[in-house]
Structures are given as structure tokens and as C-alpha cells.
């Protein structure tokens, strides 16, 4: 069966970095658009970046994460990955890795496969 495994996620201090990475595993990865998702306390989940299928040559980002983050992907080593810089408080959430078949979407509900999730927590 299909998984996505997330890991890297933890504490930081604002103003920090952290590298997220996504492993997925019974599925054709560089047929899938592959995106970051988050999700804070009592908000609902939101996009964050997503990188196109094959060789992932299209990325795009949320307006409040443009110029920090950075999403990329590895398809020999069935892996996504969220370069997190200049963190800020209000990125603070559980970040999830999705996959959707074919095209990139910013559609929580579009995407075809989850992540489990993993929790980011930047302190002020």
C-alpha cells in the first residue's frame, strides 16, 4: 500500500531553519505532483508548496512562505523535501507531505495520498 513517511520536523528558534523530508514508497513517484501542506491549532489545513511530476520543473508556494521555503524532489530516491528558512512563529503546525497523480494542485482535498504528518514548532 501507498505511504508517505515525513520526518525532520521539531523546535526551532524563530528566525531558524529546518529541512523537511517526505519518503514515498509503493507508488510511481515521479508520475505524482507531490505537495507540503500545514495544519495549526484550531485552523484549517492550508497549502504550502507543491512541485510538479517528473522532474519537478514547476514549483509553487503560498504567498506567505515565497522566498523562505523551498520544496524539491529526488525521484531515484522516492523523496520530497521542504527547505524551511527564516522561520517565524506563524509557520508553527503539522506539516504534511501529499501526492496527487499527475498534476500539481493547491487543493487540500484534491490530493490523492497523505502523509501521517509531522509537527514544526517555531518559538518567538
Known amino acids: 500500500q501507498v505511504q508517505l513517511v515525513e520526518s525532520g520536523g521539531g523546535l526551532v528558534q524563530a528566525g531558524g531553519s529546518l529541512r523537511l523530508s517526505c519518503v514515498a514508497s509503493?507508488?510511481?513517484?515521479?508520475?505524482?505532483?507531490m505537495g507540503w501542506l500545514r495544519q495549526a491549532p484550531g485552523k484549517e489545513c492550508e497549502f504550502v508548496a507543491a512541485i510538479s511530476w517528473g522532474s519537478g520543473g514547476n514549483t509553487h508556494y503560498a504567498d506567505s512562505v515565497k522566498g523562505r521555503f523551498t520544496i524539491s524532489r529526488d525521484n531515484a530516491k522516492n523523496t520530497v523535501f521542504l527547505q524551511m528558512n527564516s522561520l517565524k512563529p506563524e509557520d508553527s503546525g503539522v506539516y504534511y507531505c501529499?501526492?496527487?497523480?499527475?498534476?500539481?494542485?493547491?487543493?487540500?482535498?484534491?490530493?490523492?495520498?497523505w502523509g501521517q504528518g509531522i509537527q514544526v514548532t517555531v518559538s518567538s
Open positions: 509503493a507508488l510511481s513517484f515521479s508520475s505524482y505532483g
Open positions: 501529499a501526492g496527487r497523480y499527475g498534476a500539481w494542485t493547491a487543493q487540500p482535498t484534491a490530493f490523492d495520498y
